[in-house]
């Protein structure tokens, strides 16, 4: 049985994967962190400041973090100092929040990070990644939609897919939006949708005359990014420390 803590407990993504934990026979739901305190799925959340002695009492294997980049460094650091395994799938982490992490993680703990959990998105930037080798010469934009409430711009999987986009294509100029009278250079066009519950829509379009080809990847309910994230709570743990990616553990 794999002991598992949830952080952002009371979160969109942190009660879908309470729900899943709690529901799968091999893994124990030990308890949760977020601002409040309360219950959930018959285990007890703490309130953040309270982490070391929650970690202390239940001795988790492995804590699963999706909460808000702010916040996720210090539950990193906190759940490395515990010695415990993560799976992260917070987004909007900058660099230097990242560089802090790491710090924290080598040499300690096994660490999965993803922007994505969800598997079709993992192969999605595959062929991504494919297409932005073959069709270097085209002109590339990515669209991006999510519910009404989503914190950060654009979302963590586009911004990784633009990151696979500069390896294969080259560095090119983002262009956020446009307005005015414009003229298109060498840049990769990035648009954001925010509204409604959309869970998460993404499209990379290649554009040359006369044609264009669309790759879409389309989340209809965030239990897709749950199972992911519970098949890397259970990759993880026993891994020797360090980050890994969601590639890792699918072999992909
Ligand atoms: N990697 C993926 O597959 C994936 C999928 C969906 C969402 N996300 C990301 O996961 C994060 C959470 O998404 P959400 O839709 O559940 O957001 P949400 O706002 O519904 O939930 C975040 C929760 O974190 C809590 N929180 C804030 N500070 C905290 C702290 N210090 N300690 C513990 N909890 C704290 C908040 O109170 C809130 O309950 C976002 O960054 C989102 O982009 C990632």
Redesign the pocket.
């Known amino acids: 049985m794999i002991n598992v803590v949830v ?8 009660q879908t994967i309470g729900r899943m934990v709690a529901e799968s026979p091999d893994l124990n739901l030990v308890g949760g ?4 305190p309360g219950t959930f799925f018959g285990a007890e959340i703490v309130e ?1 400041k309270n ?1 070391g002695t929650l970690l202390d009492a239940q001795n988790p294997d492995v804590m699963i973090d ?6 996720a460094v ?2 990193v650091q906190e759940a490395a100092r515990h010695k415990v395994a993560l799976v992260v ?4 982490i900058s660099p230097e929040q990242r560089a802090l992490m790491a710090t924290a993680i080598e040499g300690n703990v096994p660490a999965v990070f ?5 598997v079709g ?1 993992n192969i999605f930037w595959q062929l991504v990644r494919n297409a932005g080798k073959l069709l270097k010469d085209y002109d590339i934009e990515v669209i991006e939609a999510h519910h009404r ?4 711009a654009p ?3 586009a911004k990784t897919i633009l990151q696979i986009l500069d390896e294969e294509v080259g560095s090119r100029k983002k262009q956020y939006g446009r307005e005015g009278i414009t003229e298109r250079a060498d840049e990769i066009g990035v648009h954001v949708i925010r509204g409604g519950d959309i869970v ?1 829509d993404h499209t990379v379009s290649f554009s040359k005359n006369f044609e264009t080809i669309e790759l879409s990847h389309r989340a209809y309910d ?1 239990s897709v ?1 749950a199972s ?2 519970l098949r890397a709570a259970h990759w993880v743990v026993g891994k020797k420390p360090g980050m890994y990616a969601m590639s890792d553990v699918l072999g992909l």
Do not use: E, Q
Request: aromatic share 6%; proline share 0%.
């Open positions: 952080c952002g407990a009371l979160g969109r993504m942190g962190i977020d601002l409040k953040a982490m999706f909460t808000i980049a702010s916040a210090g539950n799938g917070t987004t909007g993803s922007t994505n959990y969800s998105v409430n989503k914190k950060d979302s963590g999987t998460g965030r990014f992911g994230a």
